[in-house]
């Protein structure tokens, strides 16, 4: 079965500091990879995702992410944060072979932005 | 606002009382899915559908939860004799469809069993 795993429950970080989000998923087989965030009482909202092609992706707000395959991690980075960053974030996987295409969320990293 | 909305976005209800919750996708939108989210941890599906047809259900969606998608546009879930083990989030996704087709997530409805 496959699972996301972000060790980090909270993550607290002053403003304009770089960050990284960890993110390690666990699959037997190939899978898209996703990053959502979600600001208090809003829905999620998707930052960026890995379908193939380029390790390095750009998504929303500045930040990025980098597939790893060996590692299988797909860390979440960005070079300077913001208060307005502060907000949850999750790692999500889906299988490709799975028509569903339903998500499988990590646990979620709390990001707070200090001034 | 042309998103995905949850009614109602709380929902305070007493141990052994039916609850429905409604979803509206985005109109063009034939996939819509239900996840759970409980305190400190991710979102968990429990359902989709592909317009009004219910194709998956998790092993989570016991047989006191039921969801419907009449004539492919909203959708309704309820929890019938809820417990208080139901207190959750309560989240609605829609999508185009396939993995290239963002999931675009609703506010969520704040389910709380005293």
């Known amino acids: 079965a496959q699972s996301v795993t972000q060790l980090d429950s909270q993550v607290p970080v002053f403003e304009e500091a770089p960050v990284e989000l960890r993110c390690n998923y666990s699959?037997?087989?190939?899978?898209?990879l996703f990053w959502y965030v979600q600001y208090p009482n809003q829905g999620l909202q998707l930052l960026l995702k890995?379908?193939?092609?380029?390790?390095l992706v750009k998504g929303i707000n500045g930040f990025e992410a980098e597939f790893n395959k060996s590692q299988t991690s797909f860390h979440l980075r960005k070079p300077s944060v913001h208060i307005s960053d502060t907000a949850e974030y999750f790692c999500?996987?889906?299988?490709?072979?799975?028509?569903?295409?339903?998500?499988?969320f990590g646990s979620g990293t709390r990001l707070l932005v200090r001034p | 606002d042309t998103g995905v909305s949850q009614d109602p976005r709380h929902k305070i209800t007493k141990r052994g009382q039916n609850v429905t919750f409604r979803c509206d996708p985005i109109?063009?939108?034939?996939?819509l899915y239900w996840y759970r989210q409980t305190l400190g941890q991710g979102p968990e599906f429990l359902t989709y559908?592909?317009?009004?047809?219910?194709?998956?259900k998790s092993r989570l969606l016991s047989d006191r939860f039921s969801a419907e998608r009449p004539k492919g546009s909203f959708s309704t879930l309820e929890i019938q004799r809820t417990e208080q083990g139901d207190s959750a989030m309560y989240l609605c996704?829609?999508?185009?469809?396939?993995?290239?087709?963002?999931?675009?997530f609703g506010p969520g409805t704040r389910l709380t069993v005293l």
């Open positions: 699959s037997s087989v190939s899978v898209y």
């Open positions: 999500a996987v889906t299988l490709p072979m799975d028509s569903s295409y339903k998500l499988i």
């Open positions: 109109s063009e939108h034939n996939r």
């Open positions: 559908f592909q317009n009004e047809a219910q194709l998956e």
């Open positions: 996704a829609s999508s185009l469809g396939g993995p290239n087709n963002e999931q675009f």
């Open positions: 890995y379908l193939s092609g380029s390790t």
